[in-house]
Protein backbone atom coordinates (compact mmCIF):
# COMPACT_ATOMS: atom_id res chain seq x y z
CA UNK A 1 0.00 0.00 0.00
CA UNK A 2 2.84 2.35 0.75
CA UNK A 3 4.53 1.63 -2.23
CA UNK A 4 1.28 2.27 -4.33
CA UNK A 5 1.27 5.91 -2.33
CA UNK A 6 4.14 7.06 -3.05
CA UNK A 7 4.35 5.70 -7.07
CA UNK A 8 0.59 7.51 -7.78
CA UNK A 9 2.68 10.83 -5.60
CA UNK A 10 5.27 10.45 -8.27
CA UNK A 11 2.63 10.00 -11.14
CA UNK A 12 0.80 13.15 -9.79
CA UNK A 13 3.39 15.38 -9.21
CA UNK A 14 5.12 14.82 -12.93
CA UNK A 15 1.14 15.51 -14.28
CA UNK A 16 1.22 18.74 -12.33
CA UNK A 17 4.85 19.60 -13.88
CA UNK A 18 3.25 18.43 -17.28
CA UNK A 19 0.24 20.48 -17.33
CA UNK A 20 2.39 23.58 -15.81
CA UNK A 21 4.84 23.40 -18.63
CA UNK A 22 1.69 22.60 -21.46
CA UNK A 23 0.13 25.82 -20.43
CA UNK A 24 2.93 27.83 -20.47
CA UNK A 25 4.35 26.24 -24.03
CA UNK A 26 0.67 26.44 -25.66
CA UNK A 27 -0.16 30.34 -24.50
CA UNK A 28 3.46 31.45 -25.74
CA UNK A 29 3.41 29.84 -28.66
CA UNK A 30 7.70 29.82 -28.70
CA UNK A 31 8.60 26.55 -27.68
CA UNK A 32 12.19 27.95 -27.62
CA UNK A 33 11.44 31.14 -24.88
CA UNK A 34 10.85 27.94 -22.82
CA UNK A 35 14.36 26.77 -23.27
CA UNK A 36 16.57 30.05 -23.39
CA UNK A 37 17.54 31.49 -20.32
CA UNK A 38 16.61 35.32 -20.90
CA UNK A 39 14.36 36.93 -18.31
CA UNK A 40 10.73 36.50 -18.94
CA UNK A 41 8.79 39.68 -20.53
CA UNK A 42 5.27 39.34 -18.88
CA UNK A 43 6.29 37.60 -15.50
CA UNK A 44 4.36 34.34 -17.65
CA UNK A 45 7.71 32.01 -18.26
CA UNK A 46 10.38 30.32 -15.76
CA UNK A 47 13.88 30.05 -17.36
CA UNK A 48 14.46 26.44 -16.02
CA UNK A 49 13.22 22.90 -15.18
CA UNK A 50 13.52 24.03 -11.20
CA UNK A 51 10.24 26.16 -11.27
CA UNK A 52 8.48 23.29 -13.16
CA UNK A 53 10.25 20.49 -10.67
CA UNK A 54 9.80 22.20 -7.37
CA UNK A 55 7.63 24.97 -7.97
CA UNK A 56 9.47 27.54 -5.91
CA UNK A 57 11.49 29.49 -8.14
CA UNK A 58 10.61 33.51 -8.17
CA UNK A 59 10.71 34.91 -11.33
CA UNK A 60 13.93 36.29 -12.62
CA UNK A 61 12.77 39.87 -13.67
CA UNK A 62 10.13 40.77 -11.31
CA UNK A 63 11.23 38.67 -8.32
CA UNK A 64 7.56 37.19 -7.81
CA UNK A 65 7.00 33.78 -6.88
CA UNK A 66 4.85 31.72 -9.12
CA UNK A 67 2.33 30.35 -7.22
CA UNK A 68 0.81 28.26 -9.87
CA UNK A 69 3.47 25.92 -10.55
CA UNK A 70 3.41 24.49 -6.87
CA UNK A 71 -0.58 24.77 -6.24
CA UNK A 72 -1.03 22.22 -9.84
CA UNK A 73 1.83 20.07 -8.45
CA UNK A 74 0.01 19.09 -5.14
CA UNK A 75 -4.28 19.66 -6.86
CA UNK A 76 -2.12 16.60 -9.46
CA UNK A 77 -0.61 14.51 -6.70
CA UNK A 78 -3.93 14.86 -4.95
CA UNK A 79 -6.13 13.87 -7.83
CA UNK A 80 -3.70 10.68 -8.83
CA UNK A 81 -3.68 9.63 -4.90
CA UNK A 82 -8.14 9.56 -5.15
CA UNK A 83 -7.92 8.01 -8.61
CA UNK A 84 -5.70 5.30 -8.09
CA UNK A 85 -6.19 4.36 -4.37
CA UNK A 86 -10.33 5.06 -4.68
CA UNK A 87 -11.11 5.07 -8.28
CA UNK A 88 -14.62 6.34 -9.64
CA UNK A 89 -16.13 3.02 -10.92
CA UNK A 90 -15.80 2.09 -14.60
CA UNK A 91 -12.76 4.57 -15.30
CA UNK A 92 -9.30 3.62 -15.20
CA UNK A 93 -6.68 4.80 -14.06
CA UNK A 94 -4.60 6.33 -16.58
CA UNK A 95 -7.43 7.55 -18.39
CA UNK A 96 -8.64 9.43 -15.86
CA UNK A 97 -5.41 11.41 -15.28
CA UNK A 98 -5.43 11.65 -19.22
CA UNK A 99 -8.82 13.72 -18.94
CA UNK A 100 -7.28 15.14 -15.83
CA UNK A 101 -4.39 16.44 -18.02
CA UNK A 102 -6.62 17.88 -20.23
CA UNK A 103 -8.47 19.84 -17.71
CA UNK A 104 -5.61 21.13 -16.08
CA UNK A 105 -4.18 22.75 -19.23
CA UNK A 106 -7.56 24.39 -20.25
CA UNK A 107 -8.63 25.76 -16.60
CA UNK A 108 -4.96 26.96 -16.54
CA UNK A 109 -4.92 28.66 -19.91
CA UNK A 110 -8.32 30.55 -19.50
CA UNK A 111 -7.48 31.89 -15.68
CA UNK A 112 -4.37 33.25 -16.70
CA UNK A 113 -5.08 34.12 -20.36
CA UNK A 114 -8.77 34.18 -21.15
CA UNK A 115 -8.47 32.12 -23.71
CA UNK A 116 -9.09 28.16 -24.68
CA UNK A 117 -6.55 27.63 -27.62
CA UNK A 118 -7.93 25.71 -30.72
CA UNK A 119 -4.78 23.12 -30.61
CA UNK A 120 -6.43 22.37 -27.21
CA UNK A 121 -9.84 22.51 -28.25
CA UNK A 122 -8.89 20.13 -30.95
CA UNK A 123 -7.06 17.65 -28.60
CA UNK A 124 -10.07 17.87 -26.37
CA UNK A 125 -12.74 17.12 -29.34
CA UNK A 126 -10.53 13.74 -30.02
CA UNK A 127 -9.68 12.52 -26.60
CA UNK A 128 -13.82 13.59 -25.99
CA UNK A 129 -14.34 11.71 -28.67
CA UNK A 130 -12.71 8.80 -27.90
CA UNK A 131 -13.98 8.24 -24.43
CA UNK A 132 -17.77 8.67 -25.81
CA UNK A 133 -17.59 6.11 -28.26
CA UNK A 134 -15.40 3.73 -25.14
CA UNK A 135 -18.42 5.12 -22.85
CA UNK A 136 -21.77 5.24 -24.87
CA UNK A 137 -21.08 4.65 -28.76
CA UNK A 138 -21.11 7.33 -31.57
CA UNK A 139 -24.59 8.44 -31.76
CA UNK A 140 -25.02 9.52 -28.43
CA UNK A 141 -21.51 11.21 -28.29
CA UNK A 142 -22.00 12.72 -31.73
CA UNK A 143 -25.71 14.06 -30.73
CA UNK A 144 -24.09 14.92 -26.88
CA UNK A 145 -21.11 17.28 -28.76
CA UNK A 146 -23.93 18.69 -31.55
CA UNK A 147 -25.99 19.69 -28.56
CA UNK A 148 -23.59 21.12 -26.54
CA UNK A 149 -22.14 23.12 -29.15
CA UNK A 150 -25.09 24.75 -30.38
CA UNK A 151 -26.46 25.39 -27.29
CA UNK A 152 -23.53 27.29 -26.11
CA UNK A 153 -23.13 28.68 -30.02
CA UNK A 154 -26.60 30.35 -28.78
CA UNK A 155 -25.66 31.07 -25.65
CA UNK A 156 -22.56 33.69 -27.45
CA UNK A 157 -24.60 35.43 -29.99
CA UNK A 158 -27.38 36.19 -27.64
CA UNK A 159 -24.49 37.25 -24.95
CA UNK A 160 -22.93 39.61 -27.71
CA UNK A 161 -25.59 40.87 -28.55
CA UNK A 162 -27.45 41.88 -25.15
CA UNK A 163 -23.61 43.37 -24.03
CA UNK A 164 -23.23 45.26 -27.05
CA UNK A 165 -27.07 46.84 -26.93
CA UNK A 166 -26.45 47.51 -23.25
CA UNK A 167 -23.36 49.24 -23.68
CA UNK A 168 -24.30 51.11 -26.63
CA UNK A 169 -27.08 52.55 -24.31
CA UNK A 170 -24.79 53.43 -21.58
CA UNK A 171 -22.23 54.80 -24.26
CA UNK A 172 -19.64 52.30 -23.02
CA UNK A 173 -17.17 50.44 -24.58
CA UNK A 174 -16.97 47.08 -24.77
CA UNK A 175 -13.13 45.86 -24.33
CA UNK A 176 -13.96 41.81 -23.42
CA UNK A 177 -16.92 39.61 -23.41
CA UNK A 178 -17.69 37.38 -20.83
CA UNK A 179 -18.31 33.99 -23.32
CA UNK A 180 -15.58 33.74 -25.62
CA UNK A 181 -15.83 31.13 -28.83
CA UNK A 182 -13.45 28.75 -26.89
CA UNK A 183 -16.09 28.35 -24.28
CA UNK A 184 -18.43 27.26 -27.04
CA UNK A 185 -15.74 24.75 -28.69
CA UNK A 186 -15.14 23.54 -25.10
CA UNK A 187 -18.81 23.14 -24.63
CA UNK A 188 -18.72 20.79 -27.60
CA UNK A 189 -16.28 18.85 -26.11
CA UNK A 190 -18.18 18.45 -22.56
CA UNK A 191 -20.97 17.27 -25.27
CA UNK A 192 -18.31 14.35 -26.53
CA UNK A 193 -17.58 13.59 -23.18
CA UNK A 194 -21.30 13.54 -21.86
CA UNK A 195 -23.13 12.22 -24.60
CA UNK A 196 -26.74 12.97 -24.92
CA UNK A 197 -28.85 14.08 -22.48
CA UNK A 198 -26.34 14.40 -19.97
CA UNK A 199 -24.54 17.04 -22.00
CA UNK A 200 -28.01 19.09 -20.86
CA UNK A 201 -27.51 18.31 -17.16
CA UNK A 202 -23.42 19.23 -17.31
CA UNK A 203 -24.27 22.98 -19.01
CA UNK A 204 -27.00 23.39 -16.58
CA UNK A 205 -24.12 22.56 -13.77
CA UNK A 206 -21.90 24.96 -15.17
CA UNK A 207 -24.40 27.86 -15.71
CA UNK A 208 -25.12 27.39 -12.01
CA UNK A 209 -21.62 26.83 -10.87
CA UNK A 210 -20.69 30.46 -13.18
CA UNK A 211 -23.65 32.11 -11.90
CA UNK A 212 -22.86 31.49 -8.02
CA UNK A 213 -19.00 32.56 -8.81
CA UNK A 214 -20.21 35.61 -10.71
CA UNK A 215 -22.49 36.42 -7.04
CA UNK A 216 -19.91 36.25 -4.96
CA UNK A 217 -17.51 37.69 -7.02
CA UNK A 218 -19.92 41.19 -7.25
CA UNK A 219 -20.22 41.04 -3.43
CA UNK A 220 -16.42 40.94 -2.83
CA UNK A 221 -16.19 43.86 -5.35
CA UNK A 222 -18.84 45.77 -3.37
CA UNK A 223 -17.35 45.01 0.20
CA UNK A 224 -13.83 45.42 -0.82
CA UNK A 225 -13.78 48.02 -3.66
CA UNK A 226 -17.25 49.40 -3.24
CA UNK A 227 -17.93 49.67 -6.79
CA UNK A 228 -18.40 47.16 -9.32
CA UNK A 229 -17.41 46.36 -13.43
CA UNK A 230 -20.61 46.08 -15.59
CA UNK A 231 -19.82 42.69 -18.12
CA UNK A 232 -16.51 41.50 -16.34
CA UNK A 233 -14.84 39.06 -18.22
CA UNK A 234 -14.81 36.21 -16.04
CA UNK A 235 -13.17 32.86 -17.14
CA UNK A 236 -16.04 30.37 -17.93
CA UNK A 237 -14.05 27.60 -18.67
CA UNK A 238 -13.11 26.57 -15.03
CA UNK A 239 -17.02 25.79 -14.54
CA UNK A 240 -17.41 23.59 -17.99
CA UNK A 241 -14.29 21.66 -16.55
CA UNK A 242 -15.83 21.26 -12.77
CA UNK A 243 -19.27 20.18 -13.98
CA UNK A 244 -17.24 17.51 -16.47
CA UNK A 245 -15.58 16.42 -13.19
CA UNK A 246 -18.22 16.26 -11.02
CA UNK A 247 -20.34 14.67 -13.83
CA UNK A 248 -17.09 12.16 -15.00
CA UNK A 249 -15.86 11.87 -11.90
CA UNK A 250 -18.22 11.89 -8.64
CA UNK A 251 -21.70 11.53 -9.93
CA UNK A 252 -21.78 7.79 -8.38
CA UNK A 253 -20.41 8.98 -5.30
CA UNK A 254 -23.21 11.85 -4.96
CA UNK A 255 -25.89 9.54 -5.42
CA UNK A 256 -24.46 7.73 -2.97
CA UNK A 257 -24.68 10.89 -0.61
CA UNK A 258 -28.13 12.01 -2.00
CA UNK A 259 -29.60 8.95 -3.42
Known amino acids: MLLHILLYSLLGWGAGIVVNWLSDA???LRLDDLLSDVPCKTCILPK?????????????????WRGRFLIVNIIFLGISLWLGIVPPEGLPYLLGMVLMLFF????????EHRLILHPVSLAGALLG????????????????GAAGFGLMLGLYFFGSLFANV????????????????GDVNLAGILGLLLGWPGVIGGLVLAVLLGGIFSLLYLVVMLIVERRYR????IPYGPFLVASAVVLLFLKDALWTIFP
Do not use: H, M
Open 104 to 111: GVVTVIDV
Open 166 to 181: VTRLRGETLDEVALGF
Open 48 to 64: NAEAYLWGVQNCPQCGK
Open 129 to 144: LGFGIWRRGLVVTLLG
Open 26 to 28: LSS
Open 230 to 233: AFAA
